[in-house]
């Protein structure tokens, strides 16, 4: 059992008490954009903010560009930042179908969309982007509540901010209705305002795909030394290998480290035994990167995770490597095997999450 604070008990029935009957998520669906088109069966519009009304747009289509004093609305200039469009059926932006309603602003640096919808309907689509629909039911509620905590946390600290997360990879991936399933949708009922809290605050529950026999601590995988983010067994492994090479050309050590490379040893690991910092003789001289430098030189996506041994091969670099994702808090594959075993979403969140305690916010 978590100890329990004054400060997180007063946070806590500060957001039990602003969680209404339907706690609402805002969500940027497309950033920097020249150009928004928003479709939509019965599409509405309402030009004057929170304030306005919303009037019918016959054509069921509008065209919207940002300019100097505030938006172009289908050629009409309007001299205001935000547009707010709501359809009887699912709106379409950004080539994704959308519930609830849509706000177009003018950023800094073109037009922002963001998507204003309940935060359970949210989690269904995220649940179909996050975790295969066909995992065991107590892994996708797992999921659901790993997913809602991470939203709720992320909504608190953006408070006041046009949106509160992200649709991609960076925040949670959100793709819109169409990720939703019946298998996602009833994990998110079946765990309806349930998040993990410590100290009565919803923790910063990160998630990954493998983590290949251990997660990784928090401090190490993510620079967070948070108590519930702990080095954890897990039988991931036992469900699917998660074992990969990657091979990267001399050509491709030259885009990443400005040259050959001659020799390469991992000279400091984690007590899991993920890289921490990896030592490189170049053409000329040599350099010790650290391990999420030099993921991030490799690229995320092909560098799949810093569990790996690492050689030389002529010129070029071949990495031997197991797990996929920074290793932190619950691992998808750990959680479909434990579901698997029979265990309940409740106990696979215990395990991830050591120390936390659920809590129904609504
Ligand atoms: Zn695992």
Do not use: D, K, Q
């Given at each position: 059992m978590a100890r329990s604070s004054v400060f997180g008990v007063l946070l806590w029935l500060t957001i039990a008490a602003q969680a209404r009957a339907v706690e609402v998520i805002r969500i940027a669906?497309?950033?920097?954009?020249d150009l928004l088109t928003v479709e939509g069966v019965g599409l509405q519009i309402k030009r004057?903010?929170?304030s306005g009304s919303y009037e019918p747009v016959e054509s069921g289509r509008i065209r919207v560009l940002p300019s100097e004093r505030g938006l172009v609305i289908d050629g009409k200039p309007l001299d205001q930042p935000d547009v707010r469009f709501r359809a009887t059926g699912m709106l379409t932006c950004a080539r994704e179908r959308l519930r609830g309603e849509l706000e177009i602003r003018r950023g800094s640096r073109g037009l922002v969309a963001v998507n204003i919808l309940p935060l359970e309907e949210y989690l269904a689509a995220v649940l179909g982007s996050e975790?295969?629909?066909?995992?065991?039911p107590e892994a996708l509620k797992a999921q659901a509540v790993a997913a809602r905590t991470y939203a709720v946390r992320k909504k608190i600290e953006a408070a006041g901010r046009p949106y509160h997360l992200g649709a991609t990879w960076l925040d949670q991936v959100y793709g819109g209705?169409?990720?939703?399933t019946p298998s996602t949708r009833a994990a998110v009922e079946a765990t309806q305002g349930e998040v993990l809290t410590y100290e009565m605050e919803p923790i910063e529950a990160y998630f990954h795909s493998a983590c290949g026999g251990h997660t990784e601590a928090g401090a190490d995988a993510l620079g967070r030394p948070l108590p519930y983010l702990q080095e954890v067994e897990c039988p991931c492994e036992t469900a699917q290998s998660s074992a990969w090479t990657l091979d990267l050309s001399p050509a491709e050590c030259r885009k990443a480290f400005g040259s050959i490379v001659r020799e390469v040893d991992v000279v400091d690991r984690s007590?899991?035994?993920?890289?921490r910092r990896i030592a490189i003789t170049l053409g000329r001289g040599s350099r010790v990167y650290n391990a999420t430098d030099f993921r991030r030189r490799l690229g995320y996506e092909r560098l799949r995770s810093l569990d790996f041994q690492a050689e030389v091969s002529s010129g070029g670099l071949r990495l031997h490597g197991k797990g996929s994702g920074h290793g932190a808090g619950m691992c998808q594959w750990g959680a479909r095997t434990y579901a698997d075993q029979g265990w309940d979403y409740r106990q696979i969140l215990d395990h991830y999450y050591p120390g936390t305690e659920l809590r129904k916010m609504y």
């Open positions: 669906v497309a950033e920097n954009a004057l903010g929170e975790m295969p629909p066909t995992f065991p209705a169409s990720r939703e007590r899991s035994g993920r890289a």
